[in-house]
């Protein structure tokens, strides 16, 4: 079930054709938002990336229609997209947010939910404490934590992308990770995390500015979280092209053997496997013509089972969906 966030500002429109989303017109609606400023030096031109993004976007629309069923095709035309995926959107949320922070102490909008938050940072501790002690099957239990040493979580360097306020961090924090770094595009949102991190004692987190699509950090970390990051990429009227620039800058940052854990409420679980696939098979025919014997980027590994469900047109979903995928 997709479900989008409840904004009353939000402009819904149908998803341009992809001729129109490789357009010159197109790519400058928003080319301020995506506009960074690091300190690392980036090591792919970032043309080149939105370039790669198209060609291989144009290859999987010209692909044989009986790739696809015919409600798949027809759900894919009524994408949507909306102010959530321009930064400006989020620098002005944040400006607000930080101005709240000041005058009133408020840490801000926790995206999805405290309850989502501490479900990701227990579930997550699990997964990655399952793979030191080699306890780890396709299907561990919910918060299964057998055996947890805080020594076992100290080597996993910690990534999340899109962090906003920095609060997923700290939870991650509490459940023993030291090594933990957050990153966004937006400024006001890494002047806000910095802030609450050092108002709760959460010295050790670091923050930088750093858009995902187009990141300077030239480091691949253990574990990569994103919470809510994809669904905003995917909200931009560019969002097919931004969402397989997201998957090449992943695949490229996630260590091998590393975790990626994302929760959207966009995207269900086996929506995000699907693209996952859909990502190994392009990689995989890249591949093939440069006579390249590389596995493909991630496999699924398991997503969270205890988020509340409902029924609906004799479906049953979450409004959030958490999955873990494992970097080969």
Known sequence: MRLLPEDSDVALARTPAATDLISDDDRSVA???????????????????????????AAVNNRAASDYSSDKEEQDAEGVSSMLGFQSYWDSAYADEL??????????????????????????????????????????????????????????????IGTGNGLLLQEVAKQGFSDLTG?????????????????????????????ILETKLDTTFRLVLDKGTLDAIGLHPDGPIKRIMYWDAVSRIVAP??????????????????????????KNAVGNQEASSDPPPFRYLDH???????????SVGSRVATVAFMRN
């Open 31 to 57: 080319a301020d938002s995506w506009s960074i400023k690091s300190e690392y030096g980036s090591t792919l031109d970032d043309e080149q990336r939105h370039a790669d993004a198209t060609e291989a976007l």
């Open 257 to 282: 053997g590393g975790l990626l854990v994302i929760t959207s409420c966009n995207n269900t679980k086996d929506e995000l496997v699907e693209e996952v696939e859909t990502l190994n098979q392009r």
């Open 183 to 211: 990153t966004d595009y937006s400024e006001g949102a890494i002047d806000l995390a910095r802030r609450l991190a050092d108002r709760d004692s959460f010295t050790n987190i670091k923050f930088l500015v750093d858009d």
């Open 99 to 160: 101005a709240n922070y000041r005058e009133h102490g408020h840490a801000g909008e926790v995206w999805f939910g405290a309850d989502v938050m501490e479900i990701v940072a227990s579930w997550t501790r699990g997964l990655c404490t399952g793979i030191c002690q080699n306890h780890l099957s396709n299907h561990v239990g919910d918060g299964e934590q057998v055996g947890v040493h805080e020594k076992d979580l100290a080597d996993w360097s910690v990534l999340d």
């Open 304 to 314: 969270v089972r205890t988020y509340p469900t409902f029924t609906f047109g004799g």
